[in-house]
């Protein structure tokens, strides 16, 4: 079976340009994670949604991010404007209904923002 | 909120000893994971515990519940090179927002 796909795998921008980043969780799979590894802060959940409803943005650092999941099967985490301070690598998580907590990754987004 | 403590940061040990880390919370887990994560990859899940002094197995790798819930440990028995990356611990109590310890990084030496 195929995991949680990510595209694209590196992504390189310049400064206020917006940035889209994808996610096709596991099939069958209720739940959607995105988070945000750096060395400094490691891993940060920044949303989640269950049933393709967002459950708790509470994550995100500020406005210019923005998440969406119109279907079961995809999910994009927005950067508008970027900035350098968001280079950092992104992950999306799925999980089945049961059991919630057992999430499972994809390869990530290593995001650049020059 | 929720912190974890994980410890140690790094580990340097020789092929085939035996690897032992673990992860502390300020608050009760009802819920234990542990990921490895390979470089430029995605962190894999290796062990979940759901269940105060369980103790679960995953090849040469053993994770136990700590029963005070607030702690966890991940044992790595006779260490070969493919054992290599950062551990993470992850916990969570009831809702599905895990929380993640600091990760242990790993290197073998031959």
């Known amino acids: 079976d195929a995991g949680v796909i990510q595209s694209p795998r590196h992504e390189v921008t310049e400064m206020g340009q917006e940035v889209t980043l994808r996610c096709k969780p596991i099939?069958?799979?209720?739940?959607l994670f995105w988070y945000r590894q750096t060395m400094m802060r490691g891993l940060e959940l920044l949303i989640y949604f269950n049933n393709n409803v967002p459950i708790d943005d509470s994550g995100m650092p500020e406005d210019r991010f923005s998440a969406k999941m119109p279907n079961a099967s995809f999910s994009t985490l927005k950067i508008q404007p970027s900035e350098p301070r968001d280079s950092a690598v992104y992950f999306c998580?799925?999980?089945?209904?049961?059991?919630?907590?057992?999430?499972?990754f994809g390869p990530g987004t290593r995001l650049t923002v020059l | 909120g929720q912190q974890l403590n994980q410890s140690p940061q790094s580990m340097f040990i020789q092929e085939g000893e035996d690897v032992s880390m673990n992860c502390t919370s300020s608050s009760i887990f009802n819920t234990w994971l542990w990921y490895k994560q390979d470089p430029g990859e995605g962190p894999v899940l290796l062990i979940a515990l759901y269940k105060a002094g369980e103790l679960t197995s995953n090849g040469r790798l053993t994770a136990q519940f700590g029963i005070t819930r607030k702690d966890s440990f991940l044992n790595i028995s006779a260490s070969i090179p493919s054992d290599v990356g950062i551990y993470f611990c992850?916990?969570?109590?009831?809702?599905?927002?895990?929380?993640f310890g600091q990760g242990t990084r790993l290197t073998i030496n031959p």
């Open positions: 099939s069958g799979h209720n739940s």
């Open positions: 992850a916990g969570s109590w009831g809702a599905q927002k895990l929380v």
């Open positions: 998580a799925s999980s089945p209904w049961t059991p919630w907590n057992e999430q499972f």
